[in-house]
């Protein structure tokens, strides 16, 4: 199953996201006001069905393969999580000591929860924290510490796209 979870977008997303579930079965629309990306992700969380849960950026794009990948990696070595590789296209700017530092803190904290593909067991009890910058963070140490097995897949499966000025990494926080 897809879930998408319009998070009272105001563009075309919405109408895109219902033309794409026209198309394909396994696709499932939710809209609800924008409460941000920790309540979207959640909503999508408790609705899963699934055995696996794996998270996608707006933003961003996802490999053809990777979930096909990651998947049977998991299968293969019996691991509750598999990661992977992402691109990571960073904005071109001025580089101040505060974007250096943030940026520093991001890559060295900051595991984003779209490079893995998780059990969907571990997330019992485990939900994101509304309101809260970088909420990946908060929930991939409790989610690893669950895990029994891990898989790595040294692939790039993932562009992230830093470039967007109106993404929640770039929007000012202090």
Same mark, same amino acid.
């Given at each position: 199953?897809?879930?998408?979870? %319009? #998070?009272?977008?105001?563009?075309?997303?919405?109408?895109?996201?219902?033309? =794409?579930? *026209?198309?394909?079965?396994?696709? !499932? @629309?939710?809209?609800?006001?924008?409460?941000?990306?920790?309540?979207?992700?959640?909503?999508?969380?408790?609705?899963?069905?699934?055995?696996?849960?794996?998270?996608?950026?707006? %933003? #961003?794009?996802?490999?053809?393969?990777?979930?096909?990948?990651?998947?049977? =990696?998991? *299968?293969?070595?019996?691991?509750? !999580? @598999?990661?992977?590789?992402?691109?990571?296209?960073?904005?071109?700017?001025?580089?101040?000591?505060?974007?250096?530092?943030?940026?520093?803190?991001?890559?060295?904290?900051?595991?984003?929860?779209?490079?893995?593909?998780?059990?969907?067991?571990?997330?019992?009890?485990?939900?994101?924290?509304?309101?809260?910058?970088?909420?990946?963070?908060?929930?991939?140490?409790?989610?690893?510490?669950?895990?029994?097995?891990?898989?790595?897949?040294?692939?790039?499966?993932?562009?992230?796209?830093?470039?967007?000025?109106?993404?929640?990494?770039?929007?000012?926080?202090?």
């Amino acid at each position: 199953e897809i879930i998408l979870v %319009d #998070d009272g977008s105001t563009d075309n997303s919405l109408k895109l996201c219902h033309e =794409a579930a *026209k198309e394909d079965e396994r696709i !499932i @629309v939710m809209h609800q006001e924008n409460a941000g990306q920790s309540s979207a992700r959640n909503r999508a969380i408790d609705s899963a069905k699934g055995k696996y849960l794996a998270f996608c950026d707006s %933003d #961003d794009k996802m490999m053809p393969e990777m979930i096909e990948k990651l998947m049977i =990696a998991s *299968k293969n070595n019996n691991a509750e !999580i @598999v990661m992977c590789n992402a691109t990571k296209k960073i904005k071109e700017e001025n580089t101040t000591a505060r974007i250096f530092l943030e940026n520093v803190l991001m890559d060295k904290f900051g595991e984003q929860l779209w490079k893995f593909l998780f059990d969907v067991k571990l997330w019992d009890g485990i939900s994101l924290p509304v309101g809260r910058f970088v909420e990946d963070a908060y929930v991939l140490p409790e989610l690893i510490k669950k895990a029994e097995k891990i898989a790595i897949i040294d692939e790039i499966l993932y562009d992230y796209n830093f470039d967007n000025p109106d993404s929640s990494s770039n929007l000012k926080r202090y």
